[in-house]
């Protein structure tokens, strides 16, 4: 169908991290992923969905502020879809494999670009001119679940010097906030900001739809 998406999940909550956290947001999210990280929490996005029409996404959000995440949602063509919403902020969340600069073109578009991990599996799979291009409006994200997670953020920011904010948390349950903050400490990382996602201490870790 010309103009569609394969879609998981619509719903309406607050954003569990990142620069926005706390805040009302519609959330989007697609159908499959090109990668397979070992600590996913959205495994069900890889197979489960439905096409959908982009005028019928576009009608079913609720708040000037949209997450649009997967899966991973640039394994689709988003260019429909952000045509009929040029009116809202809109958070694009990846994975980092895909490259992000085609939706530069709109006003409203920022990135959340997720540099995996090498508890993830997949940091070979990182499309690195992504990381040069990061707009001050975007964020760089790491979530870590080892001390040699820690030092890999380091280095890819030591390395990129991103132009936007950086935001580092944790593997639910593989490493404490804690060891984070010490880090941080360690190294006077003053440029970091430690995220935790708000959704799972709310909700249940596993709840759906949150």
């Given at each position: 169908m010309k103009n569609s998406l394969w879609v998981n999940e619509i719903f309406d909550s607050i954003d569990g991290e990142g620069k926005t956290a706390g805040q009302l947001a519609s959330f989007i999210r697609l159908k499959g992923?090109?990668?397979?990280?070992?600590?996913?929490?959205?495994?069900?996005?890889?197979?489960?969905?439905?096409?959908?029409?982009?005028?019928?996404?576009?009608?079913?959000?609720?708040?000037?502020?949209?997450?649009?995440?997967?899966?991973?949602?640039?394994?689709?063509?988003?260019?429909?879809l952000l045509e009929l919403l040029q009116d809202h902020s809109i958070n694009i969340e990846t994975n980092g494999s895909m490259d992000i600069t085609p939706y530069f073109r709109y006003a409203g578009v920022w990135f959340t670009i997720d540099y995996k991990s090498l508890s993830s599996g997949m940091s070979n799979h990182m499309l690195l001119h992504n990381f040069?291009?990061?707009?001050?409006?975007?964020?760089?994200?790491?979530?870590?679940?080892?001390?040699?997670?820690?030092?890999?953020?380091?280095?890819?920011?030591?390395?990129?010097?991103?132009?936007?904010?950086?935001?580092?948390?944790?593997?639910?349950?593989?490493?404490?906030?804690?060891?984070?903050?010490?880090?941080m400490?360690?190294?006077?990382?003053?440029?970091?900001?430690?995220?935790?996602?708000?959704?799972?201490?709310?909700?249940?870790p596993e709840a759906r739809g949150v």
């Open positions: 992923c090109n990668l397979r990280c070992a600590y996913c929490d959205t495994t069900y996005a890889f197979h489960e969905g439905y096409l959908m029409e982009a005028e019928t996404i576009a009608s079913k959000v609720s708040y000037p502020d949209i997450t649009i995440t997967g899966g991973e949602p640039l394994c689709q063509d988003l260019h429909g040069r291009c990061l707009r001050p409006q975007d964020v760089l994200k790491f979530v870590v679940g080892t001390k040699d997670d820690l030092e890999q953020a380091r280095f890819v920011c030591d390395t990129y010097r991103p132009g936007c904010p950086v935001y580092v948390g944790a593997v639910f349950g593989a490493i404490s906030p804690g060891e984070i903050v010490e880090f400490k360690e190294y006077e990382l003053t440029d970091w900001h430690l995220q935790l996602q708000l959704h799972k201490f709310i909700w249940a």
